[in-house]
């Protein structure tokens, strides 16, 4: 196949970890993610690469830059970069959608995509009673910001107080659990295989945050280093965003790879790109468990390439905690027996802010070179929120006629059931998920999503710790209860 011209190609990746028991040798965020680029440029063949680019990519962090992406270009020697954010809400996929897709359409010839944190510099100069230093850009807003459209969060979830991801999630993985008629033991068995699996991978990765191996038990045994969060999700089971970490892709189109005398032998092409931004609050949903997003997405990237999953080579599923790997795991049909990961997930890899995806994307890249003959093809997803967005991508050794960067949203919405959240509802209600939060003071609180049959539901926190203690025993999943005035709860 003759290629056009204009055919984006990622010719370089890079990626940075950074560990000490003194913070004062560790790389700020700017730093970490020039480090990041820096090393991408040597993986293609050509330092000055960077010098070229017209436009950088990033997703916003935690750090307090207006717009790194211009403090880049200047040290880089391209201080007309284009410089674009996209703000936390925005799927990460969509910036490698973008980003090839001006290569594709001849708007742009070199394009940078990174991201990058040092949470963990910044909390260890706080445990010395310090503040970290870090680089100061004052008035120097982004060429462009993309920003997600709608609220991620309902609002009687904001008055309750839930709005951290655990308790989110482990909501989520309940619902799922319930539905498909599995204990809470049998629940916590395999999402420990699970992630023992991830950790594995983990230790072989030399990027990874944790490379020590752990067992099942020591996964989903809550002890003093491993204290449960939401039930059934101990630490060990969710993200872990304290790190100092960076990764970083450098895309140009095939003419001027050529022109470059780089290797065409380490050419990965992004092929697609399919992004669902239907952002409905995780309490309006009526099936908890079910992605729509997920399913449609999945459905077009792989129909554009006319494949099944089982023809994908190599698979990186967006891993912040088990519900999400799960209900994956689900929408494309997979044996739960096969690995979904290359980098060994969020909680062993690290779990960066808003850039992981970006970590994820260098390692397929690398993992595809590996393959001795034939067209080899990664995914690599990206969810945004809870659950709340969701974004497919497949990169590949072999390149596509054209690149294909689709939405799937308008199809999710038309299609996704929702259901009516009533704060002030009264009347026999059923438990449709639940989970218990806890505490670093050791108190622990119920959380409810109760659904009536007149396709209404309401939320409840319940600080009882007879409850609680029940709750991770016994099933509270589909068991009836009345909800009477003054918000008093009353079990069958």
């Not at 100061?136 to 009687?156: F, G, N, W």
């Not at 960076?246 to 992004?275: E, H, N, Q, T, W």
């Not at 023809?311 to 967006?318: A, C, K, M, T």
Request: glycine share 8%; aromatic share 6%; with cysteine.
């Amino acid at each position: 196949m003759g290629l056009d011209s204009n055919t984006p190609v990622i010719v370089g990746v890079g990626a940075i970890t950074q560990r000490s028991d003194d913070p004062r040798g560790l790389l700020e965020p700017l730093n970490l993610m020039a480090s990041a680029l820096e090393r991408a440029a040597r993986d293609a063949g050509e330092p000055g690469l960077l010098a070229a680019a017209d436009t950088v990519w990033m997703p916003r962090g935690f750090w307090p830059y207006s717009s790194p992406g211009q403090l880049l270009g200047e040290r880089f020697g391209a201080p007309k970069i284009r410089h674009i954010v996209s703000e936390i809400g925005v799927l990460q996929t969509t910036l490698l959608g973008h980003a090839a897709a001006a290569i594709a359409s001849g708007k742009s010839d070199v394009a940078l995509i990174v991201g990058g944190e040092a949470r963990d510099r910044e909390v260890a100069f706080q445990k010395q009673g310090d503040t970290a230093p870090i680089t100061e850009q004052v008035d120097c807003p982004p060429d462009e910001t993309l920003r997600p459209q709608a609220e991620l969060i309902h609002p009687i979830e904001i008055e309750l107080g839930l709005v951290a991801p655990t308790t989110q999630f482990a909501l989520l993985d309940h619902a799922l659990r319930a539905s498909e008629g599995q204990s809470l033991g049998a629940h916590r068995q395999e999402i420990g295989r699970l992630w023992a699996e991830f950790s594995r991978v983990a230790v072989d990765n030399p990027d990874a945050w944790d490379r020590r191996p752990l067992s099942l038990e020591e996964i989903i045994s809550p002890n003093k280093t491993n204290r449960m969060l939401s039930f059934p999700y101990t630490k060990s089971l969710v993200s872990q965003w304290t790190v100092n970490q960076a990764g970083g892709l450098i895309l140009c189109s095939y003419a001027r790879a050529l022109r470059l005398g780089l290797d065409k032998a380490r050419f990965i092409y992004p092929l697609a790109v399919v992004d669902s931004e239907a952002m409905l609050p995780m309490s309006e949903r009526r099936e908890l468990h079910i992605s729509l997003g997920f399913e449609y997405a999945f459905e077009r990237a792989l129909s554009y390439l006319d494949r099944g999953v089982g023809q994908i080579d190599e698979l990186e599923l967006y891993s912040c905690f088990p519900a999400a790997i799960r209900v994956q795991q689900r929408a494309l049909n997979l044996d739960l027996a096969r690995v979904v990961t290359q980098t060994g997930g969020m909680t062993f890899a690290g779990g960066p802010l808003n850039n992981f995806v970006i970590q994820s994307w260098v390692k397929m890249v690398e993992r595809l070179r590996e393959g001795t003959s034939g067209s080899r093809i990664g995914m690599v997803t990206a969810v945004s929120g809870f659950m709340t967005k969701q974004g497919v991508s497949l990169l590949a050794t072999d390149p596509v006629e054209d690149f294909l960067f689709d939405n799937v949203t308008d199809r999710v919405r038309r299609d996704q059931g929702k259901i009516t959240v009533d704060p002030d509802l009264e009347g026999t209600v059923r438990v449709a998920s639940y989970t218990v939060d806890h505490e670093r003071d050791g108190s622990m609180r119920v959380v409810l999503i109760l659904d009536s049959e007149g396709e209404r539901r309401t939320l409840r926190v319940v600080d009882d710790k007879e409850l609680a203690l029940e709750a991770m025993a016994l099933d509270l999943c589909g068991r009836e209860l009345t909800l009477e005035s003054g918000g008093r709860l009353r079990w069958s």
